[in-house]
């Protein structure tokens, strides 16, 4: 599923495409969408906001987006070979005289008044790599539930918007917990550090091609996706068990030795980490 970072980077790619421009070809290919008819509209602006987009359109109105687990925004120029996949897969798109945004794959598509954008992300959290950051809030609203597990409590968006399953991972491991940990067990002053810990690695790779939490060639992350190879901090081989609220199980990875406290094969070690 595409993070924060990724999103912010395809909402780049979207305005530097649209906006200012006049909208020539507008098809959205859902059904209660099909009819809407863009054309001859300028498109203001494109915003990410968490793992959302929001495309505003003269007239107010916005095109909002979300790309889950494989959607995609491609961006062409006239003549250009479309290649983001078949074209059954298409569910929008946006043409101007320079270029052209077609969406595949877009599990959320729906036109609504900018006025009513609070009805599609409202519900978000403070969003890490926007205008609204705040850490505070962020914190209190982690710590809402302290017997959530850390991995899901981050992965809420309701807490704070714009971790994935990969930041996920990467976090438990610089935190030193395991991601099944209460988070109420974490000490105060570590559970204190997450909301700028998050935001320190988002920001660092918002304009990256590759993303990378480690900062050593080569090796992008710690934990995610290297099960089971050695831990880079001890050379313990990382670990792989899915982990979920009951909706959807995702992929989590994590280092027995590194990181403390329950996990899906051992006992609860008390929290015994710092960063």
Known sequence: ????????????????????????????????????????????????????????IEGGLTLHSHLRMDGSWKIYAPGEPWRGGPTHQIRAILGTADHTAVGYRLPVLELLRTADEQRAVGHLGPDLLGPDWDPDK?????????????GEALLDQRNLAGIGNVYKSELCFLLRATPWLPIGELPADTAARIPGL??????????????????VRDQNHFVYG??????????????????????????????????????????????????
Request: glycine share 8%; proline share 10%; net charge positive.
């Open 138 to 150: 962020a914190l209190t609203n982690l710590l809402t539930d302290p017997a959530r597990p850390l």
């Open 1 to 56: 599923m595409p993070e924060g970072d990724t999103v912010s980077q395809a909402a780049g790619r979207l305005h530097r495409a649209l906006a200012g421009h006049v909208l020539t070809r507008s098809d959205l290919r859902v059904p209660k969408f099909a009819t809407a008819d863009l054309t001859g509209r300028t498109v203001l602006d494109v915003t990410p906001r968490g793992k959302h987009l929001l495309t505003r």
């Open 198 to 215: 998050a935001k320190k690695l988002l920001e660092a790779n918002r304009d990256r091609p590759a993303r990378s939490t480690t900062g």
């Open 226 to 275: 290297r099960a089971p190879r050695p831990c880079l901090r001890c050379g313990t081989p990382v670990r792989q068990a899915d982990q979920g609220d009951g909706s959807r199980e995702r992929p989590t990875y994590w280092c027995p030795t590194c990181q403390s406290g329950p996990a899906p094969g051992r006992r609860a070690t008390p929290f015994r980490g710092r960063i």
